[in-house]
């Protein structure tokens, strides 16, 4: 039961190009979410989906894209990185419910020369 | 939008001492969850606290909400080096979407 996968673990790019970061849950959970942390700044939320084809914005969704055309899958996209974009990147997912415990990935630690 | 303060942003203790964190919001919470992130590894789950003055226990840890549904706090007691890492609070937000909106974290540090 591998739960909620993240790929990859970490990943350096340039100014401007474009990111794909993968996020997969083997649970069937509703609700995913991604979030960014950085120091000084805890966790903020930058996209979320209550369920297959339906994302909305997060605190911070500027510069990202995000998709949900399969139940399991949610990718983030940023479209043109910037150093700004550099952080540790985490999906989540919960069930149903809107109250629910989340269930975190392992991350992605993205660094953005 | 729904914001929630959580102080202090760290904390060095003594191996046996207590600790205690502390969130606070400005209106009235549904619901509040506390997370446990490990140095290097990912936000897990801790707890859910629903009612008005609602006590939890989890071991060592003691998870209280205010009576008010305002205010909420997590204390260690004897803290272990198993303790270290840092402690969020999470609410969720005005909409019921699934939000959640994290407290900033007390980082706890444990002298062995």
């Known amino acids: 039961d591998a739960g909620i996968t993240q790929s990859p673990r970490y990943k350096i790019t340039e100014t401007g190009r474009q990111v794909t970061l993968m996020c997969h849950q083997t649970w069937s959970h509703s609700y995913m979410f991604w979030y960014r942390q950085d120091l000084g700044h805890g966790l903020r939320l930058i996209y979320y989906s209550a369920a297959a084809d339906i994302t909305d914005k997060g605190e911070v969704p500027d510069g990202y894209v995000v998709s949900r055309s399969k139940t399991e899958n949610f990718p983030l996209t940023l479209e043109s990185a910037t150093r700004s974009q550099t952080s540790v990147y985490f999906c989540a997912s919960s069930l149903g419910a809107p109250y629910n415990e989340q269930f975190f990935g392992p991350g992605t630690r993205l660094t953005v020369l | 939008g729904q914001q929630v303060m959580q102080i202090p942003q760290y904390q060095h203790v003594q191996e046996g001492e207590d600790f205690t964190t502390y969130c606070n919001s400005s209106t009235t919470l549904s619901n509040i969850q506390w997370y446990k992130q490990r140095p290097g590894g990912h936000p897990v789950f801790l707890i859910q606290?629903?009612?008005?003055?609602e006590v939890k226990k989890q071991k060592r840890l003691t998870f209280q909400f205010g009576e008010a549904k305002k205010n909420s706090s997590l204390h260690i007691t004897a803290t272990q080096t198993t303790d270290v890492g840092t402690y969020f609070c999470a609410v969720h937000g005005s909409s019921n979407t699934g939000k959640l909106i994290f407290g900033q974290g007390t980082t706890l540090q444990v002298k062995p």
């Open positions: 606290l629903v009612k008005s003055g």
